[in-house]
C-alpha cells in the first residue's frame, strides 16, 4: 500500500483519508451454461413469462452476440476528488455517462471504487464505477495501477492527476514522470489501451500562492503525450483547463455543477473518435420471397421500442400465409453461419427468391391463425449483454407454396441496449 493518502476538506484543510474498504471488486459473472432441446425454445408461451426458459436462451444467444463483436468499451476513469466529486453532488462522471448514453455507445464504467466520496452522488442513475480517490496523487494510484487494470482490463482510461501533487510541492518535472509511468503500467496490461490524459483545471484558494499554479504541469503534458504516443497505443492530451474559469469550482479546487458538466462534455468529445459509432436499435435488411399471402411477409418491431435491458421486448410478423407453421429464427450474424456465408439464396433447391439473411442459431414455433404473429421475451438485466446485435428473420412452412414448400420474411437486426 502507498503512505497513507491525504485528501483536501471542504475548505482546503489536509486530511487523513479513512481506511480503504473499497478494494472488495467481484467481476460480474454470466449466468450458467444451460442445455438446450427443441422443447425448451418451440413453445411460444413460455417466452412471455418473465424468468423462464427463454430468459436463459436469450442470455446465451445475446452473450454470444456479445463475445463476437467485442461492442462494449470498458473506461477507466482514473482521478482524486476533482472526478470522485462528493455527496450532493453528481460528479462529472454522471454527465458524460449521460452522454455516452444518449449517444448510444457501449461502454462499461470500472474500477474498484463506486460513487462519490461521503454519501450517495445526486444522480444515482449511473455507472458508478471508477479509480478515483479523494486527495491522492500521481503516486499514489500507480501504486496499485497493475493490480486494478489486470482485473477490470479497460479499453480506454481517462486520466485527470496532478492537482493533489502540486498541493505537495512536487516537482512538475517528477509529475510528468509519474503521468508517464501510468501509461507503461497500462499498456503492461493492454498493449492496445487508448490513454487520455487531461490537462488539469485550475484551482485558486486566496491567498494565491505558487504551488498553486497549474500552468507549468499542463504545459509540460502535450510533450510527455506525444512521445507516448504510438499507432498501436494512442496517448492523447485533452485540455480541461481552456475556458474553465476559477468562477466554476466552489471552493477553489473543486468544480461544481456547471464546471462539472463542462468537464463532462470535454471529455466526451475526445471520446467519441476511439468509441464504438453509435448503434442503430432496429432495421430491415432484405427481402422476402412472396408467398400465399397478398404481400410479402414482413418482420417489425412495436414502434418506438427498444431492447433494453430488464425489460420486454416484442418482434411482430406481417402477412404469413395463413395456417402455414410459422417460425421465429434468431442468430448473432447476417454475414456467416456453420463456417459458410450469408446469405444463403434457396432458389436452387426450390424455393425461388427465398434467402436465409440470418444464421438459424435459435429456432421457435409461432402460433399462426391470421396470418399475423408476435413473440415476447424478457431482455435480461446483464451490463454485459449491452452493445449485442441479434438478427431474426420468419420463415413458414406451407405444401404449395414453393416446391421446397418454405418462404421466408425480410430480416432485422436489433440492438440491446442499457435501461431507458
Same mark, same amino acid.
Given at each position: ?29 454470466? *449466468? ?75 461502454? #462499461? ?34 501504486? $496499485? ?94 485540455? $480541461?483547463?481552456?475556458?474553465?474559469? %476559477? ?9 461544481? #455543477? ?70 421465429? +429464427? ?15 439464396? +434457396?432458389?436452387?433447391?426450390?424455393? %425461388? ?11 421457435? *414455433? ?28 420468419? *420463415? *413458414?412452412?406451407?405444401?404449395? +407454396? ?19
Amino acid at each position: 500500500m502507498p503512505p497513507a493518502p491525504w485528501r483536501v476538506g471542504p475548505i482546503g484543510r489536509a486530511q487523513p483519508w479513512p481506511p480503504e474498504t473499497h478494494l472488495g471488486y467481484t467481476p460480474r459473472s454470466l *449466468a450458467p451454461p444451460l442445455t438446450l432441446s427443441p422443447d425448451t425454445v418451440s413453445t411460444p408461451h413460455c417466452m412471455k413469462r418473465p424468468g423462464s426458459i427463454w430468459v436463459h436462451v436469450f442470455t446465451i444467444l445475446a452473450t454470444a452476440a456479445v463475445l463476437s463483436a467485442q461492442t462494449t468499451v470498458k473506461i477507466c476513469i482514473l482521478g482524486d476528488s476533482i472526478t470522485e466529486s462528493r455527496t450532493g453532488y453528481a460528479s462529472y462522471r454522471y454527465y458524460l455517462d449521460q452522454h455516452l448514453t444518449t449517444g448510444g455507445y457501449a461502454f #462499461d464504467f470500472v474500477g474498484h471504487n463506486y460513487g462519490v466520496f461521503g454519501g450517495s452522488p445526486l444522480f444515482p442513475g449511473f455507472d458508478q464505477d471508477h479509480e478515483s480517490y479523494s486527495g491522492w496523487r500521481i503516486e499514489h494510484i500507480a501504486f $496499485q495501477l497493475e493490480e486494478w487494470a489486470q482485473e477490470t482490463q479497460p479499453d480506454i482510461a481517462l486520466i485527470h492527476l496532478g492537482t493533489n501533487d502540486l498541493i505537495a510541492n512536487q516537482s512538475v518535472s517528477s509529475s510528468i514522470d509519474e503521468l508517464a509511468t501510468l501509461v507503461d503500467i497500462l499498456r503492461g496490461v493492454n498493449p492496445d489501451i487508448t490513454v487520455l490524459i487531461a490537462q488539469i483545471i485550475p484551482m485558486y484558494v486566496p491567498p494565491a500562492q505558487p504551488w498553486r499554479d497549474v500552468t507549468a504541469l499542463n504545459a509540460a503534458i502535450p510533450a510527455m503525450v506525444t512521445g507516448k504516443d504510438t499507432v498501436q497505443s494512442r496517448v492523447v492530451t485533452v485540455d $480541461q483547463n481552456t475556458g474553465f474559469s %476559477t468562477s466554476l469550482l466552489f471552493d477553489g479546487l473543486h468544480p461544481n #455543477d456547471t464546471g462539472e458538466q463542462l468537464m463532462a462534455q470535454v471529455w466526451f468529445d475526445a471520446l467519441v473518435p476511439f468509441m464504438t459509432p453509435a448503434v442503430i436499435e432496429f432495421s430491415n435488411y432484405g427481402t422476402s420471397c412472396q408467398g400465399t399471402a397478398p404481400e410479402p411477409m414482413h418482420v417489425e418491431q412495436i414502434r418506438g421500442q427498444a431492447a433494453s435491458l430488464d425489460h420486454p421486448y416484442t418482434v411482430k410478423v406481417y402477412h404469413a400465409p395463413i395456417g402455414a407453421a410459422l417460425f421465429g +429464427l434468431l442468430g448473432t450474424s447476417d454475414t456467416s453461419f456453420g463456417g459458410g456465408p450469408l446469405p444463403i439464396d +434457396l432458389t436452387l433447391i426450390g424455393a %425461388t427468391g427465398c434467402s436465409l439473411l440470418t444464421g438459424p442459431e435459435i429456432t421457435f *414455433a409461432l402460433s399462426n391463425q391470421t396470418g399475423f404473429a408476435s413473440w415476447t421475451f424478457l431482455v435480461p438485466d446483464d451490463p454485459l449483454l449491452v452493445g449485442a446485435v441479434i438478427y431474426e428473420q420468419a *420463415a *413458414a412452412l406451407q405444401v404449395g +407454396l414453393n416446391p421446397l414448400g418454405l418462404t421466408l420474411s425480410d430480416a432485422a437486426k436489433f440492438t440491446i441496449v442499457d435501461k431507458h
